[in-house]
């Protein structure tokens, strides 16, 4: 995230982030990991879900003992 901002002069996430390393600004550092540790659960949680929509043998016992 830190180069494609950096190349295309995108402000974000990843500028926050060092900006407050640098600055030691450890609220700014907790909420921006908060933020990413969320955005990974909700991911998961979604594939999880999707999961046996997209691979129908994840619910088919028989194809599970093959």
């Known amino acids: 995230a830190i180069f494609v901002e950096l190349v295309f002069g995108l402000p974000g996430l990843g500028r ?3 900006q407050a390393l640098i600055n030691s600004d ?10 990413g ?3 990974v659960m909700a991911s ?16 088919d016992p028989k194809a599970a003992r093959t």
């Open 16 to 18: 926050l982030t060092v």
């Open 44 to 59: 998961n949680l979604l594939v999880d879900l999707l999961y046996p929509l997209l691979d129908p043998r994840a619910t």
């Open 37 to 39: 540790s969320f955005l």
């Open 26 to 35: 450890y609220p700014v550092i907790l909420a921006v990991t908060l933020i």
